[in-house]
């Protein structure tokens, strides 16, 4: 900052000044030091300003998704960018992979650099060990899924009606020979939805005992080869209900090579770019990422800005989108 006082010809107050966006400096000075910072490639200590900043604030947020390869993490981390952005916010992310013990310690990558808030998605069993946080007022957003242990803001799909809703439609078109194919049952929004489309299922008088439930499956290979395995079976599903993108691309390939695709129901959850061109169209149950970002920006902007209200839940409705795959009727 020196330096770039010197060639600009001014204080190194002035210098803070500009680069903070502080009112008091005219134009004409605001370009020489602009200029000066050009020239010398001048970049901003953020860390060392947020000692002397009102609120110690580093203009900086800690995401922690599910994995930012999946699409429906990229929609939720793209809307909380956006939001960020405005208020010149950088925004660093992280995936969990679902993997419990990935948790913490990303966590506490993003404390070490002192980040003004944190979003999460978790996988541990309890977030108490935020409580330290909570206590010194660190906001905290929980997006997807609610914390164990603490009680913070949280914005989440309603997982159970959603999945309900999927079971509904089967039902409505005919179908009692269902199956369930399901992420790993210690996640929580797969074992909101497996529950919410069984008791749906119970409500309706179809019996779920005997019902094929496959769980475990966290990648479109695992579901493919449970999709086969079921096909293959003395009474094969008539419909398959699958919990998560990555499955329904399983369920999907596996229904395609065995000729199935227009013969068994499939209804995901979940929606995926280019579902409504295949053959037929993808049935789901769709989530908003872009609305669940957006309100977790906007609750982790409030609390920064000194909101202390008693932390709420948000629940987002989900959307069933018929396109034909849902559609189909048993055959007899």
Do not use: C, W
Not at 282 to 298: K, N, S, W, Y
Request: charged share 25%; net charge neutral.
């Amino acid at each position: 900052m020196k330096h770039v006082a010197a060639l600009a010809g001014v204080g190194i107050k002035t210098v803070s000044r500009v680069m903070n966006k502080e009112p008091g400096v005219s134009e004409a000075t605001q370009q020489k030091v602009l200029e000066a910072t050009r020239q010398l490639n001048y970049q901003l200590d953020m860390a060392a300003g947020s000692l002397r900043r009102t609120g110690r604030q580093t203009l900086s947020l800690g995401l922690l998704l599910a994995s930012v390869s999946n699409p429906f993490s990229a929609e939720i981390h793209r809307a909380i960018e956006d939001a960020a952005i405005v208020r010149g916010i950088a925004v660093f992310a992280s995936s969990l992979d679902d993997e419990a013990e990935r948790e913490r310690p990303l966590v506490s990558t993003f404390l070490r650099r002192r980040v003004d808030g944190l979003i999460l998605t978790t996988a541990a069993k309890s977030q108490a060990y935020l409580l330290p946080e909570i206590n010194r007022n660190l906001p905290l957003v929980f997006i997807d899924r609610e914390p164990v242990g603490i009680e913070a803001d949280t914005v989440m799909t309603d997982n159970t009606e959603g999945a309900a809703g999927a079971a509904r439609h089967l039902l409505a078109h005919g179908h009692r020979r269902l199956a369930y194919l399901g992420d790993r049952p210690d996640i929580q929004t797969a074992k909101l939805r497996r529950d919410g489309f069984m008791k749906e299922l119970g409500h309706a008088g179809v019996a779920t005992a005997g019902l094929p439930v496959v769980e475990g499956l966290h990648n479109e290979e695992s579901a493919y080869r449970a999709t086969i395995e079921l096909l293959s079976s003395e009474e094969p599903p008539t419909a398959v209900f699958s919990s998560q993108n990555l499955v329904t691309l399983g369920v999907i390939r596996a229904l395609r090579d065995r000729g199935a695709n227009h013969r068994v129901a499939l209804v995901g959850f979940d929606d995926y770019s280019l579902f409504d061109l295949l053959d037929p169209g993808v049935t789901v149950v769709a989530q908003h990422p872009e609305r669940l970002g957006t309100l977790a920006a906007q609750r982790i902007l409030a609390r920064i800005d000194g909101d202390q209200s008693k932390a709420i839940t948000y629940t987002v409705p989900s959307e069933l989108i018929q396109r034909g795959s849902g559609e189909l009727r048993p055959q007899q």
